[in-house]
């Protein structure tokens, strides 16, 4: 009777939760006069700064497969200069989570705009090169 207890784990369990659309998390702790939806654009007094930057840890499967390149991560960028969402634009296999790992440490200088500091995309190119 498979059918009979699939159905019954079915009733107990929740059902999976559903990561909501970039822009949904992004709104879910960010003022909607400090920041723009990915994808729209705004005048800037100054532009996000790195004040640290982590290297990125070259993984032994990528060093052992010879792969290297340049993955594109975007992130967004606090008012507070840390790191709040980013994901993996443009893959290189083996490489996305190292280079998803270190972008999350790295801090910034928030972008500014009428005097204020303000959340902003970036798009951060994380190179990985075999020496």
Do not use: C
């Not at 993984?59 to 052992?64: G, H, M, Q, V, Y």
């Not at 594109?72 to 634009?89: I, T």
Request: cysteine-free; proline content about 11%; overall charge positive.
């Amino acid at each position: 009777m498979p059918g009979r207890l699939d159905a019954l784990v079915q009733q107990a369990l929740p059902p999976p939760a559903r990561l909501p659309a970039l822009p949904e998390r992004v709104a879910a702790w960010a003022d909607t006069d400090t920041i723009l939806p990915l994808g729209q654009f705004a005048v800037l007094d100054s532009l996000p700064e790195i004040v640290r930057r982590v290297t990125p840890v070259y993984p032994s499967l990528a060093r052992n497969a010879a792969s290297s390149g340049t993955v594109w991560v975007r992130a967004l960028v606090g008012r507070d200069g840390f790191v709040h969402d980013a994901f993996v634009e443009r893959p290189k296999p083996y490489l996305d989570s190292a280079a998803l790992d270190a972008v999350w440490q790295w801090q910034f200088r928030p972008a500014v705009r009428r005097g204020a500091p303000v959340a902003t995309w970036v798009a951060i190119p994380v190179r990985f090169t075999l020496r």
